[in-house]
C-alpha cells in the first residue's frame, strides 16, 4: 500500500513558473518507478514526466522536455515536478504516479496514483 498525496498546483499566469509536490508513504521510496501525469478537460490522461526505480533515470514528454524538471528526495519521501515557462496547454489536472515495472510512460506501469492537483495557466 503506497499513499500518494499531491500539492502545489494553483493559477499561474503565462510563462511563470509552479513546483508540484508528491508525498509518497508505505514501501522504501526509491523502490518505485514514480511519474506525473496530467489530463487536461475532456482529453485523455497523458505521460508528462518520469523517473525509473533505483537508477533514477528521468523521461520527458516532448510537450515539456527542457521546461519541466522531475526529482525526487528520498529523504523527505517527495516526488517533485518543477515546471517552468508555463503555458496555457499545460493547464490540467496533475497526478502523481508510483509503479514498479512496464514503460515508465505508460499508466499501466503504475499501481499508485495521487488525487490530482489542478493547475490553471492564464493567457
Known amino acids: 500500500q503506497v499513499q500518494l498525496v499531491e500539492s502545489g498546483g494553483e493559477l499561474v499566469q503565462a510563462g511563470g513558473s509552479l513546483r508540484l509536490s508528491c508525498a509518497a508513504s508505505g514501501r522504501t521510496f526509491s523502490s518505485y518507478t514514480m511519474g506525473w501525469f496530467r489530463q487536461a478537460a475532456g482529453k485523455e490522461r497523458e505521460f508528462v514526466s518520469g523517473?525509473?526505480?533505483?537508477?533514477?533515470?528521468?523521461s520527458y514528454s516532448d510537450s515539456v522536455k527542457g521546461r519541466f524538471t522531475i526529482s525526487r528526495d528520498i529523504a523527505k519521501r517527495t516526488l517533485y515536478l518543477q515546471m517552468n515557462s508555463l503555458k496555457p496547454d499545460d493547464t490540467a489536472v496533475y497526478y502523481c504516479?508510483?509503479?514498479?515495472?512496464?514503460?515508465?510512460?505508460?499508466?499501466?506501469?503504475?499501481?499508485?496514483w495521487g488525487q490530482g492537483t489542478q493547475v490553471t495557466v492564464s493567457s
Open positions: 523517473i525509473r526505480r533505483v537508477t533514477g533515470s528521468t
Open positions: 504516479a508510483a509503479g514498479s515495472a512496464g514503460p515508465v510512460g505508460v499508466p499501466g506501469t503504475y499501481d499508485y
